[in-house]
């Protein structure tokens, strides 16, 4: 015993220090701390950094008896992230949902955490484990059901302190469907623990009294007792929250009453079609093709045009009712088509409808001219607007203020219409047209095949769900779900540096394209993919597709290829992909049905995150269809319905 004590201790004994008979007052490091949590109706204090983190979240769906899901999406005024001019994104486009999007990833932020410890994209069966840090639960039957996941940090910022935590889904999200994303343990680059907000402590430590989240203690106490039910405990938590996704009648309800109603109006009939030139070739100037039709075929419009700063930008003719309403006018879609010298016998000829390139045209269909000949295929294309080369101007306006981006994700609504009508046209009505007659050109209606390339492949999953006449696609270089696209691929630098400029904080962009994706999912496949094949749109044939990607891609990233292959929809992941995935068993070859074909051009995988891939290899997005193995493969899946080793089983890596 030290001296101090012996004094204190002999005071006591002598009556010297009052109180030493009474309770010892409490340690003041037992004391809870007093919290401090922002009180703003347009925020979630659960993460105070960010005004609309954790993203999606329950705190914006208001009750409506309405709808499907039992509610409607609703932001506050300032919810959304703000410009340079200070200018919030308008909230009114997405109150048309009835939950998220099935595309969107869940969004924090915690400052100082150790990425190099999360579960990323190599290791996402470790979200599923007993005692898994990142946790990601749908809802099934009154349970949650853990299902895999993983988690990165944004590492599309050089700004110290702005790196956001983004959880992804590991397979395709559902329809109308709530989930949980629970986490726990999280290290800060120092080794300490991260530090829960006050706004969750107070939620999770029973002190909500009186606080600005007193009114989530019900729901709160409803969502602890699910987690703990499913291995969780409360007291573990450093952050949970939950949403609803958006319906099928909201997601998909639009498209699919612009194709029915149109179809209906068109009945058994060929959309009129017009020629603005005919280009015939000699056998010298092109010995494949004989001559190029340029023209335009009708297709009821759905848009209307929306003023922007500069130009005019188009969205869709809302009805009272909530769906698109034709306004009465015709558009003018242009198409193109190249016609094989194989067609000039009489011999009935197959349609390919080609997908162009991001933010391209139909003249890109004149790099299957060889092709056309080989198969004795019509290959035909049109814009796909709302993402073609004429939407650019109206896109780069939109950067600068989100509120335009139902500019893009509206229109392209017209885009996959104009698309099927032009199937309906080639197979009834270009044929009979008295210029193309004269050529002897016979259209075989029961050979209608899909072909797209990179951004036509992403579309192409959307056209092949919803096509009354194609039964079979191709999807080249494909890919889903922009929001987690755009961040990986090389294509989108310079739009993200006019983004980086408008929307200076990475946080607010990683907000800004989470949020969009609850737009663009009506027409992303990242929504249309399980409908395909495995759950079908009403009235709608059932159809298969090919997905043949190459591996490392700098344009579209594989990973949300393998996602799909993960998700039970129908899609096989084929032998030789090149590294094995996650829960996802091979299925061997032959395969009849829909697959994923990987072609090896000797990149290396790309290291994981959210950024493009570089390698001295250079890119391998336009390889594949350069292989004649790979067109023999796609053609005879069009014609039998069977994917066909044709690489040896060396997992198609060409000499």
């Known amino acids: 015993?030290?001296?101090?004590?012996?004094?204190?201790?002999?005071?006591?004994?002598?009556?010297?220090?009052?109180?030493?008979?009474?309770?010892?007052?409490?340690?003041?490091?037992?004391?809870?701390?007093?919290?401090?949590?922002?009180?703003?109706?347009?925020?979630?204090?659960?993460?105070?950094?960010?005004?609309?983190?954790?993203?999606?979240?329950?705190?914006?769906?208001?009750?409506?008896?309405?709808?499907?899901?039992?509610?409607?999406?609703?932001?506050?005024?300032?919810?959304?992230?703000?410009?340079?001019?200070?200018?919030?994104?308008?909230?009114?486009?997405?109150?048309?949902?009835?939950?998220?999007?099935?595309?969107?990833?869940?969004?924090?932020?915690?400052?100082?955490?150790?990425?190099?410890?999360?579960?990323?994209?190599?290791?996402?069966?470790?979200?599923?484990?007993?005692d898994a840090q990142v946790m990601f639960f749908e809802e099934v039957n009154g349970e949650l059901k853990r299902i895999p996941c993983f988690a990165e940090l944004d590492?599309?910022?050089?700004v110290e302190g702005e790196e956001g935590l983004i959880i992804r889904p590991a397979v395709l999200l559902k329809e109308a469907t709530r989930y949980v994303v629970a986490l726990r343990g999280l290290k800060q680059r120092d080794g300490k623990d991260v530090p829960p907000s006050d706004a969750f402590v107070a939620l999770r430590d029973k002190r909500a009294e009186g606080t600005p989240v007193e009114g989530r203690v019900a729901h709160y106490e409803q969502l602890f007792g699910e987690l703990q039910t499913a291995g969780v405990p409360r007291e573990d938590l450093l952050l949970t929250w939950d949403w609803t996704t958006a319906s099928g009648a909201t997601l998909h309800g639009p498209l699919l009453h612009m194709r029915d109603e149109a179809f209906a109006e068109l009945g058994d009939k060929s959309p009129a079609m017009e020629i603005g030139s005919l280009t015939v070739y000699s056998e010298a100037e092109n010995p494949s093709i004989a001559y190029e039709v340029l023209g335009t075929f009708d297709v009821p419009d759905y848009t209307v045009e929306r003023p922007l700063e500069e130009r005019t930008g188009y969205v869709l003719n809302w009805g009272e009712d909530g769906l698109p309403q034709a306004t009465g006018l015709t558009y003018k879609a242009e198409f193109r088509a190249r016609v094989p010298r194989t067609a000039l016998s009489g011999d009935p000829h197959g349609v390919m409808l080609h997908g162009h390139g991001l933010n391209g045209t139909h003249a890109q269909i004149d790099a299957f001219d060889e092709l056309a000949a080989q198969e004795k295929v019509v290959v035909v294309g049109c814009n796909m607007i709302g993402m073609s080369s004429e939407d650019v101007p109206g896109i780069l306006e939109m950067i600068a203020d989100f509120s335009e981006f139902p500019v893009l994700a509206d229109r392209l609504h017209q885009g996959v219409l104009n698309h099927a009508f032009l199937v309906r046209a080639m197979k009834l009505g270009f044929d009979k047209l008295p210029e193309i007659a004269e050529t002897g050109l016979v259209v075989d209606p029961e050979q209608l095949f899909y072909h797209g390339i990179s951004q036509g492949g992403i579309f192409g999953a959307t056209h092949m769900a919803m096509s009354l006449d194609i039964k079979r696609g191709h999807l080249g270089v494909p890919g889903n779900n922009y929001?987690?696209?755009?961040?990986?691929?090389?294509?989108?630098?310079?739009?993200?540096?006019?983004?980086?400029?408008?929307?200076?904080?990475?946080?607010?962009?990683?907000?800004?394209?989470?949020?969009?994706?609850?737009?663009?999912?009506?027409?992303?496949?990242?929504?249309?993919?399980?409908?395909?094949?495995?759950?079908?749109?009403?009235?709608?044939?059932?159809?298969?597709?090919?997905?043949?990607?190459?591996?490392?891609?700098?344009?579209?990233?594989?990973?949300?290829?393998?996602?799909?292959?993960?998700?039970?929809?129908?899609?096989?992941?084929?032998?030789?992909?090149?590294?094995?995935?996650?829960?996802?068993?091979?299925?061997?070859?032959?395969?009849?049905?829909?697959?994923?074909?990987?072609?090896?051009?000797?990149?290396?995988?790309?290291?994981?995150?959210?950024?493009?891939?570089?390698?001295?290899?250079?890119?391998?997005?336009?390889?594949?269809?350069?292989l004649a193995s790979h067109n023999q493969q796609m053609f005879h899946f069009f014609r039998t319905g069977e994917i066909i080793d044709v690489c040896g089983g060396d997992g198609c890596t060409p000499d």
């Not at 590492?155 to 050089?158: A, E, I, N, P, V």
């Open 155 to 158: 590492r599309t910022t050089k």
């Open 1 to 130: 015993m030290n001296w101090a004590c012996s004094f204190v201790l002999g005071l006591c004994l002598f009556g010297s220090l009052t109180g030493c008979n009474e309770e010892a007052p409490p340690n003041p490091v037992d004391e809870p701390r007093p919290l401090e949590i922002p009180d703003d109706p347009n925020c979630d204090p659960l993460v105070p950094e960010v005004c609309g983190m954790p993203f999606p979240s329950s705190l914006w769906l208001a009750p409506d008896e309405g709808t499907v899901t039992g509610y409607r999406l609703r932001f506050g005024d300032s919810t959304l992230p703000a410009n340079l001019a200070g200018v919030h994104v308008a909230k009114e486009p997405y109150e048309r949902l009835d939950g998220f999007g099935v595309g969107s990833p869940a969004l924090a932020y915690f400052a100082n955490v150790d990425g190099a410890l999360l579960p990323d994209e190599e290791h996402i069966e470790d979200t599923l484990k007993e």
């Open 483 to 626: 929001s987690t696209l755009l961040q990986r691929s090389v294509d989108f630098g310079p739009f993200f540096l006019l983004v980086t400029i408008n929307y200076t904080d990475a946080r607010d962009r990683l907000l800004l394209l989470a949020a969009a994706q609850g737009l663009w999912d009506r027409t992303d496949p990242v929504s249309h993919y399980r409908h395909i094949s495995a759950e079908l749109y009403p009235n709608t044939p059932s159809h298969e597709v090919l997905l043949a990607s190459a591996k490392a891609d700098w344009q579209v990233a594989n990973l949300t290829n393998e996602i799909a292959a993960r998700s039970d929809v129908g899609i096989a992941l084929l032998p030789g992909y090149g590294k094995e995935l996650a829960l996802i068993n091979p299925t061997p070859y032959p395969h009849f049905g829909s697959g994923l074909v990987n072609y090896d051009f000797g990149n290396p995988w790309p290291e994981p995150g959210n950024y493009p891939p570089a390698d001295d290899v250079g890119d391998p997005h336009g390889l594949p269809r350069k």
